[in-house]
């Protein structure tokens, strides 16, 4: 049977990776691939670009591939078309994550054809906040994408239970800096210059020194690393922002892609409303700290983020590697 794609199939399936490469993922890792076969689109994780130290079973990575599916799905839909998926869970092929192909003819709804232009205007954030609320019932909106992915969003209104996140995750962080393994491999992804570079955290993207707030969050991670790198937000009045928990009822790898998916949902969704999110993941990396929020914080459903909503007073910038490194053809 003749399998080779038609011009037309290539050329759609090189738009679909080029909006699923803006997905978000853990400090900018992209850790996946992606294979075409006429216009359908499978979904790799790179295994290369997890992080060992901090994610060794995987979870984040995983999170970040649901978000690339997510992209997929919302970029087939803006098409046209209804997304066709298949998520993927062969022993023998863990890096295979899910097969994103082109169904029938399909109008997008009102949400996902306003959702589907902030896929690269999209940006994450670390520090503080603009302070005020956010627009008036964005949150219920919000629980409800998380929960069209079958995923709740929590979130944390008890200003106890706000501080005591706050504390574990300073916590956290504090443990992670005294470990040199740890600091290692957030410098691999935080170079000392933007550069040309088209992964990792660049220099625009997080603040030289923690914002201060209150409660404290660390500021996502201590980037700079006290060498004067990152941007200087000068004196003003930060904000929290809104605390949440994304959290699924298991803990496996279906459950760490749904996650993914209903993140990059949200974050969407937010930025249609010029809300941007702050993730703060050293607490979840750690067994210990991630059973006692599960535990304490999520009435036993398992934490998968923790984060903060807010509007930023800057916009961070961000890189991508390129659909031609990232596609590769197969059969």
């Not at 996902?112 to 008036?136: D, K, N, S, T, V």
């Amino acid at each position: 049977m003749d399998t080779a794609s038609t011009p037309e199939e290539e050329k759609v399936a090189h738009f679909l990776v080029d909006a699923a490469v803006w997905a978000v993922s853990v400090h900018n890792t992209q850790p996946w691939w992606f294979g075409t076969c006429g216009s359908t689109v499978t979904v790799h994780a790179d295994a290369d670009r997890r992080l060992e130290i901090a994610d060794p079973d995987g979870r984040e990575m995983l999170i970040s591939c649901g978000a690339a599916v997510y992209t997929l799905r919302l970029a087939v839909c803006h098409l046209g078309h209804l997304p066709d998926v298949r998520m993927l869970s062969d022993p023998e092929r863990p890096g295979e994550v899910a097969q994103v192909g082109v169904g029938p003819p399909y109008s997008p709804t009102a949400d996902e054809r306003q959702m589907y232009p902030q896929i690269r205007r999209r940006r994450g954030h670390r520090g503080g906040f603009r302070p005020g609320g956010l627009p008036a019932g964005l949150l219920q909106i919000l629980r409800a994408q998380a929960y069209a992915e079958r995923v709740s969003l929590r979130i944390v209104a008890d200003p106890r239970a706000r501080i005591a996140l706050a504390a574990l995750t300073e916590a956290a962080e504090q443990i992670q800096r005294r470990n040199p393994v740890y600091a290692a491999e957030a410098a691999r992804w935080a170079p000392a210059s933007g550069g040309d570079r088209p992964d990792g955290m660049d220099g625009d993207a997080y603040p030289r020194e923690s914002a201060r707030i209150d409660p404290h969050f660390a500021g996502g991670r201590d980037f700079a690393r006290g060498q004067g790198w990152g941007r200087t937000d000068g004196e003003r009045q930060e904000a929290t922002g809104v605390v949440a928990l994304l959290v699924t009822d298991q803990d496996g790898r279906a459950d760490w892609l749904r996650a993914g998916q209903a993140l990059q949902r949200i974050l969407l969704c937010a930025a249609v409303h010029d809300v941007a999110a702050a993730f703060h993941t050293q607490a979840l990396e750690m067994p210990d700290l991630r059973e006692l929020i599960r535990t304490r914080f999520c009435d036993g459903a398992c934490p998968q983020m923790i984060m903060r909503l807010g509007v930023a007073h800057v916009e961070a910038g961000g890189a991508r590697r390129s659909v031609t490194e990232l596609t590769r053809g197969e059969l």
